[in-house]
């Protein structure tokens, strides 16, 4: 029985070696070389650790008889002794020199940066990622939230900052942590090698809802990316049906504007996601629920039972207006 | 043996202290509205005796929580007040870290000013702005004159500090007077 226990306790592990966010299914080339480091650390290390072992073992059995003279010495013994300890010092450096060399040569992937590429700014704030298309034409430039598409094959440059605390990007599929720091601007290059979606996550503790502060990579083939970003530069569409435009009035009329932005309306919060494009993202609130019907209305009634202490107040909300407002956000493709 | 085991007791106990902490309320109540502050605006009231007032004591809930306060911080320059008011000293709204008040500068007296706005250009948040925070806004702009407790008013900026932190201010009680800027005042 116990045995069972244990053999399910050291499977379970294994199901991290898989799926959209696992430093050891990776696809990209950072990832790659950190992936490609872990298994030749593991291998190397693992190797010396059990000839380690061997030995302590061996050296257990095969004790000196007892009584030993300790003054009477024996040369040619050692010599041996010498011999042997010298080699293992020696193999030990040559082991250490090794992995160390091979890390600094991982580097290379891990740092590379070229500044011709899509350049990207990411913005942590507690707790949701605000994300930034640059251009140098201004009129291609746009803003979403909590998910990064990037065409896929293609180095893409990410300009990482923070509003208010520190906070890490981790995507582990893609590439290693790096931080979001106040004050300062750091950057990454990603490269996804396989179209797919990965997901990411705040690395680096950052307050109550640090857990869920979670995001999406989503990489397309380059006329794929094209066609999403020419539909999320575009405003926001003036709603048709009749129920949309009575949920857009209600959304005016609420305190919602004064943080979040629909762009091509009177809404213009800055502080909060972009909201011009919400119902085209595949997750609301950081990862945190799929974007369904029902889960925007139960977001909007109460985000506090959801991500307790989110930067989103509970807002009085009629019952008949509900359905009205959550018709309004879903079509704002 | 005893001159150890007593002061070792009661650090002991005081550790125990750390076992409460705070409430911070994150979730206000999303049945109620406005709260009902009946406050009057001048001290003058016809018969004997001063306007008939009505404060719910809810002010207290909001400026003794540093969790509030704070909060209240954030939300002052995510509405933009410190377009208008600057980080206290006042641009074309009135200064707010200094003890002159044109319409008091009691907790309810600031909440209905933030909710309601006032004729020579502070606008209206009603509507805009859930209740709980207008009063944490409000409890944030009482800790700009140090009239909140030290230990309650924010500490120290995340970024630069244009004035000395809230909880350094010296204490300024209210008084009654204030000022509009020029800017602000209304054309005759
Ligand atoms: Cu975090």
């Known amino acids: 029985m116990h045995r069972r226990l244990a053999c399910v306790f050291l499977i379970l592990p294994l199901g991290a070696c898989q799926g959209w966010q696992s430093a050891l299914d990776t696809h990209g080339p950072a990832a790659s070389a950190l992936e490609a480091l872990f298994w030749t650390f593991l291998s190397v290390l693992g190797f010396v650790w059990v000839l380690t072992m061997g030995a302590v073992a061996l050296s257990l059995r095969r004790r000196r008889p007892e009584g030993e003279d300790p003054l009477v010495t024996n040369p040619r013994r050692e010599s041996r002794m010498g011999w042997t300890i010298s080699g293992a010092v020696a193999l030990t450096v040559v082991t250490v020199l090794t992995l160390t060399g091979l890390s600094y040569a991982s580097q290379k992937h891990l740092f590379e940066k070229r500044d011709d590429v899509l350049t990207i700014k990411v913005t942590g704030h507690q707790w949701w990622w605000q994300v930034d298309y640059e251009d140098s034409q201004a009129d291609k430039r746009f803003t979403t939230a909590n998910e990064i598409h990037i065409p896929v094959g293609e180095p893409v440059l990410l300009k990482l900052e923070s509003s208010d605390v520190i906070h890490s990007f981790w995507v582990p599929s893609l590439t290693g942590k790096m931080d979001l720091i106040p004050g300062r601007q750091n950057t990454l290059q990603i490269q996804a090698d396989r179209e797919g979606s990965y997901r990411g996550q705040c690395a680096e503790f950052c307050g109550w809802q640090h857990a869920h502060m979670g995001m999406l990579i989503v990489a397309r083939p380059k006329a794929e990316f094209d066609g999403w970003r020419d539909n999320q530069i575009r405003d926001a569409t003036a709603p048709q049906t009749d129920e949309r435009k009575r949920g857009e009035q209600i959304f005016f009329s609420k305190p919602c504007v004064m943080c979040h932005q629909v762009r091509g309306t009177s809404a213009g919060g800055k502080v909060a996601p972009d909201l011009t494009h919400v119902g085209s993202r595949q997750y609301i609130a950081a990862g945190t629920l799929p974007t369904t019907r029902g889960n925007i209305a139960a977001w909007i009634v109460d985000p506090q039972s959801i991500k307790p202490g989110a930067q989103m107040p509970v807002i009085k909300i009629e019952p008949d207006e509900l359905d009205p407002l959550v018709s309004y956000l879903e079509g704002l493709k | ?188």
């Open chain 2, 1 to 188: 043996m005893n001159r150890i085991v007593a002061p070792a007791g009661i650090f002991l106990l005081l550790v125990l202290g750390a076992c409460e902490r705070e409430e911070r309320a994150f979730r206000a109540d999303p049945i109620a509205t406005e709260t009902e502050e009946k406050i009057a605006l001048v001290p003058l009231s016809p018969g004997s005796g001063p306007p008939v007032e009505h404060r719910t004591g809810k002010g207290k809930e909001y400026e003794d929580n540093a969790y509030h306060v704070a909060q209240g911080k954030r939300l002052y320059t995510w509405f933009n007040c410190n377009g208008c008011h600057s980080n206290g000293g006042g641009g074309s709204g009135p200064p707010l870290m200094d003890d002159r008040w044109i319409y008091g500068g009691q907790i309810e007296n600031i909440v209905q000013t933030i909710r309601e706005g006032r004729p020579n250009g502070m606008p209206s948040f009603r509507g805009k702005v859930p209740d709980d925070q207008i009063w944490e806004l409000a409890a944030y702009v009482r800790s700009m004159s140090g009239n909140v407790a030290k230990d309650v008013a924010p500490g120290r900026n995340d970024d630069m500090h244009p004035r000395p932190a809230e909880n350094r201010e010296p204490d300024s009680p209210p008084v009654a007077g204030g000022s509009i800027p020029p800017s602000a005042e209304m054309p005759q």
